[in-house]
């Protein structure tokens, strides 16, 4: 129990921190509303766990066979959240609530997950930090990080996604709404830096 206590804290307090999903999440919150945005959420809470279960099972070896292929994954994950901040900051509110723009979908925020770096980040150093090689029990201990993560999904995600919803009524003007979108992006590109930078170590 105690190890799970200790899973616990490491996934709220690495879920409730900014980063893209959080920071795009609140954003859809506050131009698409609650309702619509309830596929971008199961996708994040959901998505991710299995991301974790996957990456504990073994299929972060496939890139330490072709480490090529992690690089590839993580510059596509930078230009797609590049394009998404760029979609974030020029989408006028007019646009948006006349219906020509749609929040993420289920499939599209799990599938995202492979390609943001923080969930990299958490992924692999949840599994590398709570799962010993000398573990008896190494299944169950990834369905305790599993459990862990699905437990904090919803309230630490979705505390965003409320917020971002409860921003709207104070954001009702279009140049509000247009400043909160490019503050967002920024943020989104803000969040991309680490990545960058690793990238380009990568390369030299």
Not at 34 to 54: D, E, K, N, Q, T
Not at 56 to 74: D, M, N, R, S
Not at 88 to 94: E, N, Q, V, Y
Request: proline share 5%; aromatic share 16%; glycine share 10%.
């Amino acid at each position: 129990m105690d190890v799970f206590q200790a899973v616990l804290f490491f996934a709220f307090s690495a879920t409730i921190t900014p980063g893209p999903n959080n920071i795009m999440i609140l954003s859809s919150g506050l131009n698409y509303g609650i309702r619509a945005s309830m596929p971008h959420l199961f996708g994040i809470c959901l998505g991710f766990p299995l991301m974790v279960l996957l990456v504990g099972l073994g299929f972060g070896l496939v890139f330490e066979q072709w480490p090529a292929l992690h690089f590839y994954i993580k510059l596509a994950g930078v230009l797609y959240l590049l394009y998404l901040a760029w979609k974030i900051g020029s989408a006028s509110p007019t646009r948006i609530e006349s219906g020509h723009a749609k929040p993420f979908g289920f499939w599209q925020a799990a599938a995202f997950q492979w390609i943001n770096g923080k969930a990299w980040i958490m992924a692999s150093g949840a599994v590398a930090a709570f799962i010993s090689l000398q573990s008896l029990h190494p299944f169950g201990d990834l369905l305790q990080i599993c459990a862990a993560f699905l437990l904090v999904a919803f309230p630490c995600v979705g505390v965003w996604l409320g917020f971002g919803a409860w921003l709207k009524q104070y954001l009702n003007q279009p140049l509000y709404r247009r400043l909160f979108n490019l503050l967002m992006a920024l943020l989104l590109v803000g969040s991309v830096f680490p990545v960058i930078q690793e990238l380009l170590q990568e390369v030299q």
